[in-house]
């Protein structure tokens, strides 16, 4: 007789453990049901719509994680909870010899051996297994109530089984036995081992198949399975979908042939309004399933079209980048080439900097006093124009000079400076820009000067000095060059900007100590944005704060106050201590943080687009963030300990 086995129950009754963590209902009715399921069954028979119709729930995938338990327990024992403080870490005695009776016992079950009381009997009639019904009934109220007196299965010792393979149901009595899966249980079907443990009610069998079965090659067989279910089984299915809101990638087509469109479009579905990461590229990976679901189950535009459309439609091209519309989505042939090239005209008038996947390139420097590296973190970084001629500088405050790279190989064109206080000598550089002329100016914050140098590094003027008036640089941080040739200086020491002509003819003060709009705490870099707007990094104030050309003050954005997971100022969007800034051609702004170690990207009104770090959505290794410079073409030169990196869109 087949079993139809209601899904488990929901009550909210008093519950205890048995031994194998399952929990087992004290529930008169609850145990009524299930010895009632025992009586009619006539033997195990779990075929039909119960494993649904899609492809095996393979379990390969978990071999190693099982493995590495066979290692730290033995290839026979049960896996024993990590030791406490107070306990040895051998195990006892007792422990010890546990794991060996149940190893023991599951060899014999395995064998069919003698010893062993009952005998599952496969369709074929040959495929013996064996069991201990007393280790049976001590697991399951089912096999308990298959065991009383009174029972064909008691009186005989032979339970029939059908609809399981013979594989699937030794990779369950492993489980039974040794409390934990093994290499048999790695070799079955999801499918079946679901349906022995909701038949069964092992509820740590239940739990393992969703920490560890479900993963890339096996989420859409899973979520197949678990969608056909009559009764729904709704903690697979968001554990399949869990999975898919983090990213489905790395998929081998093979393992999603046969899987419906229905649970392809729940996965995708899924995948497209999960968080984090770069929209453009979570589109990008949405599409990428989506192809992929489509070679594997012969669907296109030509064949199953409204099922092609229907993945196709969770994908927001717009908000793709237009390289991966050339390179992928045209060549797919998904899209037809005319609706491709109308999504690259309009993302390419559009697209930012914000939707860009960043790494390193190049990097410039390494750690040291000798030629070609640097003391300490960089904080003054600049670059001018472009292809084969292309310059870079950063400047080395602890061995007093600046070395200036030609960006496109890397090398070396000169170093300016030697320790003094004389014309083109420093004691502390920290700042770099450079004019139109491609002329380099440089501060120095102990001098309190600013130095400007010709293309061959030789010394042109001095620009301020250090005294604490109007005109005067005290003690000059950040500096940067407007289109007319004006010249902003960050001064730390009197929290204020000052502008300068390009001959040093001092123009206007912009700012003042405080926390208000247009006041200054310990201010860093600065930049020129649109309109010679002046950009500032309010480093005490944890905020960047944007001016008009004549200084009036237009806006500020972030603050120290944002938690993420109650940290401060690590949310996105806010600061620790901003640093540097630099203003990408559409107007995007780049604010490099220390504290945090990264940089994040803003559009010119102060939205937050997205981290460039450790933890962001572009994934860069930084170890102090400082200077930092955007060019043309959204390449970043940034700052970092002992090196300039140059970050660009990768592939």
């Known amino acids: ?279 453009s590229v979570r589109e990008l990976g949405g599409f990428l399933f989506a192809r992929m679901w489509c070679d594997a189950n012969g669907v296109s535009l030509g064949s199953r079209g409204e099922e092609c459309a229907g993945m196709l439609e969770l994908v927001d091209f717009e908000r793709m980048r237009s390289k991966d519309l050339e390179r992928v989505v045209k060549l797919s042939g998904l899209v037809s080439e005319d609706a491709v090239r109308r999504l690259i005209e309009k993302i390419v008038a559009e697209e930012t900097l914000g939707a860009a996947m960043f790494g390193v390139e190049r990097s410039y420097g390494t750690l040291g006093a000798g030629p070609e590296q640097f003391g300490a973190a960089i904080r003054g970084v600049a670059v001018h124009g472009s292809g084969a001629t292309q310059r870079v500088a950063a400047c080395d405050r602890i061995n007093h000079r600046v070395h200036v790279f030609l960006a496109g190989t890397g090398r070396l064109v000169m170093t300016l400076g030697r320790e003094g206080n004389g014309q083109g000598e420093f004691v502390f550089p920290v700042g770099a820009a450079f004019n139109g002329e491609g002329h380099l100016l440089v501060t120095d914050m102990v001098a309190g000067s600013v130095q400007v140098f010709d293309e061959g590094g030789a010394f042109l003027r001095v620009i301020g000095q250090k005294a604490p008036g109007d005109g005067q640089t005290q003690k000059p941080y950040g500096v940067a060059v407007n289109s007319g040739g004006d010249v902003c200086v960050v001064d730390g020491a009197r929290d204020r900007v000052q502008v300068f002509r390009a001959d040093g003819s001092y123009v206007r003060c912009i700012g003042s100590k405080g926390s208000g709009p247009g006041e200054f705490s310990h201010p860093g870099g600065l930049a020129i944005g649109p309109g010679d707007s002046i950009v500032v990094a309010d480093s005490g104030n944890s905020r960047v704060q944007v001016f008009s050309a004549e200084g009036e003050f237009i806006r500020s954005f972030g603050t120290a106050e944002g938690a993420d997971e109650g940290r401060e100022g690590n949310g996105p969007g806010y600061f620790q201590i901003p640093s540097g800034v630099a203003v990408g051609a559409r107007g995007e702004i780049l604010v490099s943080d220390r504290g945090r170690k990264d940089v994040q990207v803003f559009d010119w009104q102060g939205r937050y687009l997205q981290t460039i770090g450790p933890q962001g959505e572009s994934k860069v290794g930084l170890e102090c963030p400082w200077g930092i410079a955007v060019d043309a073409a959204g390449k970043i030169f940034m700052g970092d300990i002992g090196s300039v990196h140059m970050l660009g869109d990768c592939e």
């Not at 599952?120 to 697991?139: M, N, Q, T």
């Not at 479900?214 to 279910?229: I, K, R, W």
């Open 1 to 279: 007789m087949e079993v139809h086995r209601a899904p488990p129950d929901q009550d909210d009754n008093a519950k205890r453990r048995s031994p194998h963590g399952d929990i087992v209902g004290d529930d008169v009715q609850r145990q009524a049901k299930r010895q009632h399921c025992a009586e009619e069954a006539g033997g195990l028979e779990l075929q039909g719509m119960k494993l649904g119709t899609g492809p095996r729930w393979c379990l390969r995938r978990t071999r190693e994680c099982i493995r590495g338990m066979e290692e730290r327990t033995g290839s026979n024992g049960t896996a024993s909870p990590p030791p406490q403080a107070d306990q040895e870490e051998e195990p006892g005695v007792e422990l010890s010899g546990l794991r060996a009776l149940c190893g023991t016992l599951l060899e014999q079950a395995f064998s069919c051996s003698e010893l062993a009381d009952v005998s599952f009997e496969f369709d074929d009639g040959k495929s013996l297994l064996s069991g201990h019904r007393a280790v049976l009934s001590a697991v399951s109220y089912t096999f308990k109530g298959m065991f009383r007196s009174g029972m064909q299965e008691a009186k005989t010792g032979r339970v029939p089984v059908h609809g399981v393979s013979r594989q699937s149901f030794r990779g369950f009595l492993e489980w039974v036995y040794l409390g934990r899966g093994g290499s048999e249980t790695a070799a079955s079907d999801g499918r079946e081992l679901w349906v022995l443990a909701e038949f069964f009610d092992l509820a740590s069998l239940k739990a393992w198949l969703l920490e560890k079965g479900v993963h890339g090659g096996s989420v859409g067989a899973a979520v197949q399975f678990a969608l056909e279910a009559p009764w729904g089984r709704k903690e697979l299915v968001g554990a399949c979908l869990r999975l898919a809101s983090g990213g489905l990638t790395d998929l081998d087509p093979s393992d999603f042939r046969g899987v419906s469109y229905k649970a392809a479009r729940a996965l995708l579905s899924s995948q497209m309004q999960g968080r984090g990461g770069l929209q």
